[in-house]
């Protein structure tokens, strides 16, 4: 089973960025695609994005597409969510996945571990 920890998320204005990482241990990391998702109060849970094992495949959320990178250290065992231009539709919590495929996936049901979530907050 694979642990997951969230950390920096925050408050910030409207056009601003923060940087989401998630530090995972229990399993061996590398060979496992990775992913983010949000939710906000009184919505569905959304995809945010993803990337493959090797780091060399990502897939956004089209809400997302274009303002929001994902990245992986394999060798620090970390995923990160780089998020840039941001918007008040943006608030959220943010939590991070794993999956045991090697596929990337947007489907919530096929991420077997989930992170306890971190808030971001975006003001207009």
């Known amino acids: 089973q694979v642990q997951l920890v969230e950390s920096g998320g925050g408050l910030v204005q409207a056009g601003g960025s923060l940087r989401l990482s998630c530090a995972a241990s229990g399993r061996t990391f590398s060979s496992y695609a990775m992913g983010w998702f949000r939710q906000a109060p009184g919505k569905e849970r959304e995809f945010v994005a993803a990337?493959?094992?090797?780091?060399?495949?990502?897939y956004y959320g089209d809400s997302v597409k274009g303002r929001f990178t994902i990245t992986r250290d394999n060798a620090k065992n970390a995923v990160y969510l780089q998020m840039n231009s941001l918007k008040p539709e943006d608030t959220a919590v943010y939590s991070c996945?794993?999956?045991?495929?090697?596929?990337?996936?947007?489907?919530?049901?096929?991420?077997?571990?989930w992170g306890q979530g971190t808030q971001v907050t975006v003001s207009s």
């Open positions: 996945a794993f999956t045991s495929g090697v596929e990337i996936t947007t489907i919530f049901g096929r991420y077997d571990s």
């Open positions: 990337i493959s094992g090797s780091g060399r495949r990502t």
